[in-house]
């Protein structure tokens, strides 16, 4: 491949780098949802993604009600990492912070994602195609 024809292929490619970020902050969002809906886990929590200007080297999910230890049963350090990822994306900012309460993590974060997705012709199944990488009881 020539120079030249990369460069000319690049704003196709950044369209479509764009686009799977798109569908991997929308599988990310809507699998952590679905796993905190089957474990039954609700009300407000604080995320607070990694951020090396305050010496927070790993993301925290804070419950400010309801139960700490059920959280950090339920999502690891690296679920915490893509979920603000996502999280990011989906409110097109460089945030670091978000409160939002368990319940509305889908109905909040996806329809963004999903009309994002859409308007560029990519079928978004009900399905999140992504593994869940829950670890079982106790098995950290």
Known sequence: ????????????LLRQAHLANAALAYATVDAL?????AARLRGP????AADAAVER????????????AALEEHFDEADLF????????AAESNAVEFEFTLEELPTRFLPPLRALLREAGVEVASESPVT???RTPGGR
């Open 1 to 12: 491949m020539k120079l030249s024809d990369l460069l000319a292929s690049r704003p196709v």
């Open 33 to 37: 949802a679905r796993r905190a809906r």
């Open 45 to 48: 929590v604080r995320l607070l």
């Open 57 to 68: 080297y790993a993301p925290q999910l804070i419950a400010l009600a309801g139960s700490q």
């Open 82 to 89: 893509r979920l603000a990822d996502a999280l990011a994306f």
């Open 132 to 134: 869940d990488s829950r």
